[in-house]
């Protein structure tokens, strides 16, 4: 066994370094919010924040992730409060069916950590990797900027 | 609940002997049974389907149970708003179970738009003849007149006396079981306060935190991990296998019951390997590629049935109109075996308890699902409960119910719960595609333009959308169903895309024959005033000057309208070919109208995720197979829109609260794929007749 940190805690998770991340995450600590879409990296519906950056958890043996702190989308609000780049999709109603909501969440985190206010254009490109089969990519646009103007109209960093 | 034989389910008992009060606590209970469907509407010649019921109890809340399903398109809220509206309650005191097989009315299935047109009707009734009873049991409380109660936010107060009551305490104590008389009233759209205003969507909280658990995030203890073998190539039938490797693995059941062949293990990593270790022995078929296709469906008609919506029709004289025309034209349309590709892949948990059997299932179709499951395990439908979770979308993809019957024959064989997900190529190779269409269309005009005949003819889709929305005196419209090589069934806008797209392109080809702008061309025709209003505004938003088409000039723009399900839409594209040939989209502007909007929010949402879908099949998705194998069935060969494939999508939505309210998931699709082609055309002087439009990106 070898722990694993999600959302602040720490895990017991058999040594297996090549189950994937999102293997370990879904099946394993039944943090279900993290999504499996494809399996290949195609769609982006299993990010997770590695170190505060977006990967694909499909694509992570889960030993590369020992050691480090991960944040899954069940880790991201505050108790009650949610998140700002949550708080936006809400408000934007920037999802239909919502299978691939927590991927571009965690895609909008880590690009709104290195970029606070992204250009259409850097959004567009960020989250290329990130599909939503419902098409809801305009208001998912629209929401990622709501967030940034929400974050720093809060005077807070984006985490 | 506990699971015990003496369950049966809601809809196989007379309304006034369900168990409402036993199983929600005493309150009041409004039942509209099911409705024979009109006779020259959709499902006519049907059984009685639909029907709703409101309980209201001594919380204050109200429990509606309607038998649709939400699988990601939003009728959840938008139902929900209808009810909140008749019975004035805020949308937090409005709680909807859909598709919930032991509780809700008999449904055929969520498919064909029907939710808004169906149960949106019918949970108005329900709600309105539910604010009646309220108002007479609050006439009663307060010692006033009915027409002196007044009712708002769950509270009945008397006008006169100002005294007040709230819906929780008027029912205490009560079981009563009213139906819904004839003369139910429900509030008219243009009265409306709560529904047809912006609104956000009742689960957002949970989806935004990952909570909302989908068909495939469910768990419950001791469950396995199925897998079900499937044939390496479309058509080839098992021969023989051996189960012998699989069930020597740990934990792991395997079993072949008639045409199934599946494993059962305790993780999903164990199922696979017993899955690779089943031997199996398939005997294949030859089976048509790719390139003969159109050729095969041509020489495979077969009979229609099940989802084959059939049209012929015809008036006047097509051949003599034909012999004398000065102008004419003939062309083949084609469109593309697409696949659904929801997010969430299909997805079945499977239960057994005391000899009942329950089934989570993300799917289109409880009610069938439960008679499928019930038939192929020989138990009453009694004992068989289908519950649709949240579910990652649809699109008309999630109609069969193989799955549940496997994991519920694997959960027997097992002694053990079993959830079964398809992988995604599972999902590519195993699901169902839209068909492909193959449409002839031969039209004569005069040499002013006017249309005098139109010969339309559909091989392998259905009618839908293959009517004439143009005034053309000669007509000939028929489908033909063909024997597909590659399993199709239901999608949404299925028959309507490919309809639309030959007919809106072939309408600009005449258009420019005659030297006729696009969008006069098609006001000239228009038999319908609604389609004309909604093709004038998107003309205008979009900036339309008259001039025939085309300018060649390396842009382009292009129109096209579509008139389907009572939905009526018009869409505008603008395009760019350079040089180098490779085609951007630039702009798009959609106008639509179905009647009295509900959900302004969610159908704005709808039209451009329909937009955005339709796209997809326009510019480059397409299945491709070889003697009966599917050679693309992941994300990374078989393209789907992405961000940066959109452009920007105005979207003009036209409320007629005049109007019975219309479903929008579909309609609003079917005039992208003309749209685009007819700019490609006036961007080169290049005339596009097949979908995908571009497979590569570039404008050949
Ligand atoms: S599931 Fe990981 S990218 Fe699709
Ligand atoms: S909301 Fe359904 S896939 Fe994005």
Redesign the interface.
Known sequence: MTKLRVNGTDHSVPIDPD?SLL?VL??EL???????????G??G?CKVLVDGVAVRACQTPVGEAVGRSIV???G??QGEH?HPV??A???A?A????????GM?IAAVSLLARSSQPSVEE???A??G????????????DAVQRASRLSSGAGGAVP | MTASPAVIPFDLLPPNERPYFDRFGNGLVVVLPPRQPDPSGWGAGGPPHGGAWIHVGEDGKARAFIGKVEVGQGTRTALSLLVAEELRLPLSSVELTMGDTDLCPWDMGTFGSRSMPDAGEHLRLTGAATRTFLTELAAVRLSAAPTEVELAEGTAKARDSGRSVRYGELVKGLRRVELVPSDAKPNPPSKWTRAGRPAQDVGAREVVTGNRRYTSDLHIPGMLHGKVLFPPSCGAKLRSVDLSRAQALPGVTAIHEGDLVAVAAPDLRMAFAALKALRAEWEATPQPSEKEIVEYLRHHPVEGEDFWDMVHHETGDVGAAFGSAPVSLRETYTTAYIAHAPMETRAVLASWEDGRLTVWLGTQTPFRAREAVSDALELSPSNVRIIVPPTGSGFGGKHTSDLAVAAARLAKAAGHPVRVVFSREEEFTQAYFRPMAVVDIRSAAEQDGTLTAWEFHVLNAGASAARLPYRVANQKIDNQPSDSPLSQASYRALAATANNFARESHLDEVAARVGADPVEYRLRHLADDRLATVLRTVAERAGWSPRPAPAASGSGRGIAVGLEKEGRVATFAEVRVPEDRHLEVVRIVTGFECGAIVHPTNLRSQVEGGTVMAMGGALFEAIHFENGRILNPSFSRYRVPRFRDIPPIEVILLDRPDLPSQGGGETPLIAVAPAIANAIYDATGKRLRSLPLTPDGTVP
């Open positions: 189950r293997y879904r099946e039944r943090l279900t919010g993290t999504k499996y879409g494809c399996g290949e195609e769609c519906a899954t989308i069940e991201l609000a949610l949550q708080q999709f809400v408000e109603g999802f239909q069916c919502g299978f691939c909501t927590s969440i959004i567009r490109a989250m290329d990130n599909l939503c089969r419902c098409g809801g990519y305009l208001r998912i646009i």
